[in-house]
């Protein structure tokens, strides 16, 4: 099993949570790496239900938000879900301004998610 720096995993039945142990996620060298351990969970260790919980998140960069949409796209391609949760409302205006409200599964906590897989 791959080591992980930036990422806390629990399984919750078939489901993977994930949080992520950065408050801010903005230095570009944190996202690369972020980036690879999410890609790694599809693509090594094919997983295919993800849960993204964002509770302990403060700020999230564009750049972070880039990993996020190809995460996405891997995960669909994987034929897997991928949901996130307990965003803060300042994250998630960033979110509605870009449409990726739109384009992820968005619950209010880690149980509405969960339920929804």
Do not use: C, W
């Not at 039945?13 to 944190?30: P, Q, S």
């Amino acid at each position: 099993m791959a080591v992980h720096r930036r990422l806390q995993l629990t399984e919750v039945g078939d489901v993977t949570v994930v949080r992520f142990v950065d408050r801010k996620i903005l230095d570009e060298a944190n996202i690369q790496e972020m980036g690879q351990e999410l890609f790694q969970l599809i693509e090594e260790e094919d997983r295919k239900s993800l849960l993204l919980n964002f509770s302990s998140v403060e700020f999230l960069s564009s750049a972070a938000l880039g990993k996020l949409i190809t995460l996405d796209k891997k995960v669909k391609a994987h034929g897997g879900k991928l949901k996130l949760s307990n965003i803060r409302p300042e994250i998630y205006e960033v979110f509605a301004i870009t449409k990726l409200n739109k384009l992820f599964d968005i619950k209010d906590d880690e149980a509405d998610a969960l339920a929804s897989f």
